[in-house]
Each structure stands twice: as C-alpha cells, then as structure tokens.
C-alpha cells in the first residue's frame, strides 16, 4: 500500500479568520483523513516575496511525494494561472505569479518533471468564487492528487512559468559582498538573501559584517556566541547570513527591517 | 467501517496561550487518532456574533458527519446551558449563547433533527472547573460523539434554543437597500450582512455601494477587476457583498470597520 | 498493537513563520501519520517561565505515553544540554534550561524514571545547525521516541536537571498570603503563582484579594459571578488564584501584568 502523501499547506491567510479551517474542511470532505500540515499561514498579506522563502526555506525537509498548496494569489479571479509543477521528490500547486520561482529555478536541487496549467472544472468545487480560490480550486486539487490523479489530467502541459524578480547580492569591486534583509522573523533575526555558498567562494575570512550603522566583526556560529544583548551575525538554519542579538530581538534594536542593505568585508589573503 | 468523522473546533480562545491544545489533549485520550480540523480560533474574545458568522460561512463545507464545537462562551460556569443539535448533517455542541443561532435558524438549509440540553456528569471530565468548560464539558462530549454516543444520551430534549439579535438589511421606501459591515477579515476585507439573494430579489442592476464618504460604482466580480489600490464592492466567497481594495486593505483606507452603515443603489427600469 | 502515542509540541516560535511547520516535516519523514498536537506556540520569545506555565499546566490532560517537545530554548547551540525526562506517565524532551523543572519537581505527580542526556547524533538530522535544534535534534529525537526508540540509546544517564528559579507565594506574620502574577492569557486574566492548596491550608475563608490598588472582596466561582465589568478572584482551570473580569479583561482594565504582587487577606476565627 502506498504511503499516504503529505498536503502541506503554505497561505497568507492568517489563522484569525476561517479560510485555512475552510480548506481543510475540503480536502477532508474528499479525501477523509488526509495527513495535512500547515508550513505556515503566516505570510503578509499578498507578499509573494515571503511566501516564495518561506518555501525554499523548508520544502527539503517534507517527505518525498508531498503536495505543497501555496496560496500567496493577490490576482486571484484574475488572469493569472494555476501552476502545478511536478518534480523529481515533490508537487507543487500555485498561482502563476513567481511564488513558486526560487524553488523550481535551476539553482535549486528540484528538477521539473511537468508542468501543467489547473484549468479542468471536474476538479474544482461546483460554485468557484471569484475571490476565494484556496477552497474552491486549490483544496479540491490537492485532495485528488492525494488520491493518486496524474496532474496531466488537469490541463494542459505549459513549458513556462512566472520568476521572481528579487535582487540577489553583488560582488563589488573592492572586494566586498553587498545584498539585502529578505526576511525577519518572530525573533526579530534579519535573513538576508546572501546565501553560504556566496560567503564561502572567495575561500577568506569574513572580517565584518554591515548593516545600518552596525558593524559586527566576524560570523558566530550559533546565537550564544555572543553575550547576551550582543549582536552577532552567523549563517542561519536556512543557509543565509542573518543578523540576530543574542537573548534579543536585533530587528528592534537596529531599527532595521526589509530591504536594508548589508555589507560584508573579507580578510584577503 | 463507517468513515472517521470530524470535529471541527471553532473558538475565541486564540493560539497564544494552552487552551486548544489541552481540548485536542482531551479528546485523543478519549478517542485516539480523532481527525480534528481547527475552523479558526481567531474569534474576537467574547465575540458571540463574530463566531456565529464564521460558522456559518463554512460549515457547509464540512463533510457530513462533522461535530462542530463551537466555545465562544462569555457566560462560562453560570446558568446558560449547553446545546447539541443534530441536524440531517452534522451536529453542532456550544453554548446556548445565540451562536448558533444563525446556523440553526429556518433561512438555512440545516434541518434540526434534535436538540439536548448537555448535562449528564458521565460525558464529562472528572473535575469540572467553573472556567473552562472547552476543556471539561466540550472537548469530551465531543470526542464522545465521534465515537457513535447517541446526543439522547447527554441529557433531556428541548425545543427551544436562542438566537441571535442581529439586525439585518433594510429595504427603503427610495428603492435603496441598507445593511451594515458585520465582519473584517485579515486583509481588511469589509462583509456587510447583506447577501447575494437580497442583492439580486429586484432584478435590478446595482449603480453604486456607499460606506462611509466612499461611493462605489456597481459590482466587480474578483478584487483585480479594480486597479491596484482601488476600492470595489463584490459579492464575497461567503455570499455576502463586501467592500474591499485590490492588493490593499479596505478597512484601513476607507477608516471603516464593523457595525459601518452600507447602502446600496440600483438601477431600476 | 500498542496505541499510536501523540507527539506534543510546545515553543516559542509562533506560527508567523515555518519552523513549526518544518518540524511537523521532520516527524512526518520519520514518522509517517504521527499524531501531533500543538500545546502552543505562543510563548513568548525565549520566556521559559511561561513554557514552563503551559507544560506545568496541560500535561495531565494528554493521554499515557505522550511525548512532549518543549522548545523555549535561548541558549541554542551552545552548552546547556538537551534532556529526554521518562516518568510513569509522559516522555518530556527540552534544553536543560529549567523549562521542565515544575513538571518534574517533587510536588508534581509525575516521577522521574530515567533521565538522559541526549547527544547520539544517529538520530539527529544529518546536519545540524547551529541555531535551530527544534528541526535538526528534537523533532526527529520524538518521531523515534514515537516509533518506540528506548530513551537510553539517545545518551547518557544523567542525575541532575536544572530547576527554574521562580518565587513561590510566602504566607506573612500577618496571616496574609502573598505572591505574584506569572501569566496573563488571551483573555487578560492574571494568573497567579498561588494555587488552591496554599489557599486552602489554613481552612480559613478568604475576605479579600489585593491586586495593584484593586481590593477585591472573597472568592467567585466563575467569571459571571460579577456583573459585567466586575473585577472577580477566583481559583482558575489550571488550580491557581487568578483575577478577572466577567465579560472583559482584568490586564487592561487594572493595568496590571506579569510580576504584579498579590496578596490574599483570611477570616481567621
């Protein structure tokens, strides 16, 4: 007997309202005691930024065969598609609106297998709303690829589909290496989009890290390399520099959000 | 073997503190491996109307057989009793409070097959607090419920149960149709009580929606038929007509939240 | 077939963002269909004093052989160790920061039948980082747990686990009983570091409870034994003196919070 695929859920929906429940409440409806898991609802509202790392930050550690719903989708009855992207370990269901573009990029170990347009009626719910796709077409959707249906059924093959137009870091000319917070989360930690690889290229020591006003000497490698209050950066569990205060919150005591640009400086030599 | 059915919790508890988690705690140890499916524990502390509308906009999309738990409680420990009604779908538990008051009324398509006053000691914990009856009373009976106990057993049959004193649209004499923003969801979204069937009796085509100092012209059918920022009013996944503002939050904007007096234009002829 | 045990997750991450849901992953790749049940994840950021409240207060709700997770872990990747506590009843997994030291001090039922340091990397994720050991120790430490894994193959015996240093209410020269507020949930209730048995022990009746410049007059029962509005003292669901307000919340209106003192005056005679 196959193993039951996991449907794990990514939306910007919040948990204050009853659009998660909702969706739950479908796949339920169609596939009685489906394993579900919530990566998280907690995405701003229509920041597909976010949503997009918050997948590539965790899809690695699901089980092979898990059907990934995301539902970052401010175009939402509008003219966008219904991506579902079949890889080598995992499905993956969207709006066609670069959600999904850090994780099926030729950067990543995803390898796209098909690529299908969700556009077959028989899969959604009777009544699709213009405005709440997530429990209209999403939910139905996942819960028949969890009954084993063969994505090809539900539209037609597309060979393209939306990237994310995000700024990655730049090598200067000087030496050093500049990019940018992407992300900051419930510990007030700043992730930037300046990932291991990048940092460990030039084969040198990181002798300072920049951001705002703060310098920071060094990379630590776990947040008690500091003393507590202390701000230090390290590469995160996600693979990126981060900048985090030990025992503290370093989005607080920075000032420092989304966006900020951070400057890395190497020993050479 | 009869299918697993689900309880559906819906409560004004939120997520920060233990409560859900210790009703989840009681209902496994009564039936281990409970398909229990969280409707929102988002609701507004004490917001007996606020939990009213959540439940109705989505239980219906429940499979059959769903035990809906529903604590919004203000009135905890003192002398409200606790319902269960059965209805040729589902089964509903919560305080007689009112919120259940709309699900239950003659407008919807739940047919009460019967209603029990919940009181017999036997269903619940050991110990029953006078604060948290979720935990003690709810949680049990429900988990009770969804290994078959028939609800004859939780204590007498009554007829009556309350409803909720919510006001509902009005038709005035000049042809126009008010109502009032009833509920705000995470996005700002404004859903007025107002639904779709009132919208559509006069077979005229709505001209305009005004709340507040903003007048809309006619209805959109998804929130991208306006341009980024702009202020439309739709009939929303709940078949209500909402105010909302494409990739923007109409609530903020428009200075507006619940209990907002709304109206509407058609144009007749 | 021994009962399916339920893996209880109880941290201070949140659900803004995905290391739940990353978790949840882990234990789904080890433990396909475990049953998992969040306690909470709204601790606040490295509060162990309040992880250990929602532990303190839930466990003997959940069923024999539930294995708890306790994440609330300021000191990650650096020394303090990581412990897997057995007593009779539950599994407990947390930093040896103090976070299971009322669960597992000597007034709790719960007796300690083994205690072991965890450190056998077979069981950890491949690699771990060094900043988040919710994903690459404790989740995938629980799935075996879970899966029957015996703790003594996770490491060492050990003898001595840290306790929390908390102040524990004192009874005055003046017969008076004093302690201090050390959780206030969703509701605003603030709940006090004086449970019933310190209330009880001198079998006097209580004539008054003094919070900030509030005196409140004897003990309710539940929350509407006041008029709405009214401050109320009672003794709360986890079996401890709390303050409230029927129909309202207690925090706000007193402008009380945690660490407020308390003090609890008898009718001696």
């Not at 394993?35 to 920041?47: A, K, L, W």
């Not at 994505?151 to 939306?162: D, M, S, T, V």
């Amino acid at each position: 007997m196959p193993r039951d695929k996991v449907i794990a859920l990514l939306t910007d929906f919040g948990l204050e309202d009853n659009y998660v429940g909702t969706m739950k409440a479908v796949i339920a409806g169609i596939k009685p005691g489906a394993s579900v898991i919530d990566v998280t609802h907690g995405v701003r509202p229509q920041d597909i930024t976010g949503g997009a790392f918050m997948l590539s930050s965790s899809y690695k550690y699901f089980p092979e065969g898990a059907i990934f719903v995301v539902v970052v989708d401010p175009g939402v009855g509008g003219e966008r598609r219904v991506l579902c992207a079949q890889t080598g370990k995992h499905i993956f269901l969207a709006p066609d609106n670069g959600v999904l573009g850090p994780v099926l990029s030729e950067e990543s170990e995803e390898n796209v297998v098909s690529l299908v347009e969700v556009s077959n009626l028989k899969f959604f719910l009777h009544d699709v709303s213009g405005t709440f796709h997530g429990r209209d077409i999403f939910a139905p959707v996942a819960a028949h690829l969890s009954l084993g249906v063969n994505p090809a059924r539900f539209g037609p093959r597309i060979n393209e589909f939306k990237r994310l137009d995000v700024p990655g870091p730049v090598n200067a000319a000087d030496g050093t290496l500049s990019g940018e917070v992407i992300y900051v989360d419930r510990f007030g930690n700043l992730i930037t989009n300046i990932d291991r690889a990048r940092i460990e290229a030039g084969n040198a020591r990181v002798l300072s890290v920049t951001i705002g006003k703060k310098e920071i000497e060094g990379l630590g490698a776990t947040y008690s390399d500091g003393r507590p209050g202390e701000t230090l950066a390290l590469i995160g569990s996600s693979g990126y520099l981060e900048i985090a205060e030990n025992c503290g919150n370093a989005c607080e005591s920075l000032g420092c959000s989304r966006g900020e640009k951070v400057t890395v400086r190497f020993n050479k030599g």
